[in-house]
T-cell receptor, first 116, second 110 residues
Framework: DTAVSQTPKYLVTQMGNDKSIKCEQNLGHDTMYWYKQDSKKFLKIMFSYNNKELIINETVPNRFSPKSPDKAHLNLHINSLELGDSAVYFC???????????????FGEGSRLTVL | TQLLEQSPQFLSIQEGENLTVYCNSS?????LQWYRQEPGEGPVLLVT?????EVKKLKRLTFQFGDARKDSSLHITAAQPGDTGLYLC??????????FGTGTRLKVLA
C-alpha cells in the first residue's frame, strides 16, 4: 500500500494546454507539499498545505493552482503550460510537531511532465 | 534567500573507498536532514540532526551537524555499489519550509 501516491507518473502535452496532477497520502499526515525537480536535480518547494490551509506559496506563477480538498489530498493544476514547466513534480507529506516542524518528508514517486 | 550548497556535485569512486559529502549554508537551520534519491523514485530520509555538533551513525554512514548549525557532512566508509544515488541535504528553520541542497550524485563502481 503506497504511502504517497501521485498520478499520472508521466505526462506529455503541448504548450498552452492545461493539466492536473493528483496526490494522495494514507499516512494520516497533516501537511502536504509540492516540489519541482529540474533537470539538474534541484528540488524546489512550490506549495505547502497544513490542514488544508495554504501556508507556503513560493513565488510560483499563478498558472499553478494547488487545491487541497481534504488533509489526505493535494492536487496541482497548471494552466497554459510552457516549455519551462517541464520537470518532475513531487508530492510529499509530513506530520507537523507544533511550531518546530522537523518531521520526515515522505515523497511520492514523482510525475514527469514534458511540455512540447 | 536560504541556500544550501553541496559539494562535490558529482562523485565516481571504486567500491571500498571512503568519501565525504558537504552541505554548506550561510544561514542557521534548526535541523538538517539527509535524503537519498534513486532514479525514478522520490527522496527517502536517511537521518535528521537537530543539535549543533551532533554526530549520528547509520551503519557505514556518519552524519555531522556543524557547531553553528550552518553546515553538515555525510561520510561513507567502504562505499558499496548499493550506495549509488543522489544525496540531498535539507534544512528547516522551524517552519514548514524544507530547503533542499544542490545535490551530490554518487556512483560507486564494483
Amino acid at each position: 500500500d503506497t504511502a504517497v501516491s501521485q498520478t499520472p507518473k508521466y505526462l506529455v502535452t503541448q504548450m498552452g494546454n492545461d493539466k492536473s496532477i493528483k496526490c494522495e497520502q494514507n499516512l494520516g499526515h497533516d501537511t502536504m507539499y509540492w516540489y519541482k525537480q529540474d533537470s539538474k536535480k534541484f528540488l524546489k518547494i512550490m506549495f505547502s498545505y497544513n490542514n488544508k490551509e495554504l501556508i507556503i506559496n513560493e513565488t510560483v506563477p499563478n498558472r499553478f493552482s494547488p487545491k487541497s480538498p481534504d488533509k489526505a489530498h493535494l492536487n496541482l493544476h497548471i494552466n497554459s503550460l510552457e516549455l519551462g514547466d517541464s520537470a518532475v513534480y513531487f508530492c510529499a507529506s509530513s506530520q507537523s510537531s507544533g511550531r518546530w516542524n522537523t518531521g520526515e518528508l515522505f515523497f511520492g514517486e514523482g510525475s514527469r511532465l514534458t511540455v512540447l | 534567500t536560504q541556500l544550501l550548497e553541496q559539494s562535490p556535485q558529482f562523485l565516481s569512486i571504486q567500491e571500498g573507498e571512503n568519501l565525504t559529502v558537504y552541505c554548506n549554508s550561510s544561514s542557521v537551520f534548526s535541523s538538517l536532514q539527509w535524503y537519498r534519491q534513486e532514479p525514478g523514485e522520490g527522496p527517502v530520509l536517511l537521518v535528521t540532526v537537530v543539535t549543533g555538533g551532533e554526530v549520528k551513525k547509520l551503519k557505514r554512514l556518519t552524519f555531522q551537524f556543524g557547531d553553528a548549525r550552518k553546515d553538515s557532512s555525510l561520510h561513507i566508509t567502504a562505499a558499496q555499489p548499493g550506495d549509488t544515488g543522489l544525496y540531498l541535504c535539507a534544512g528547516t528553520s522551524g517552519t514548514y519550509k524544507y530547503i533542499f541542497g544542490t545535490g551530490t550524485r554518487l556512483k560507486v563502481l564494483a
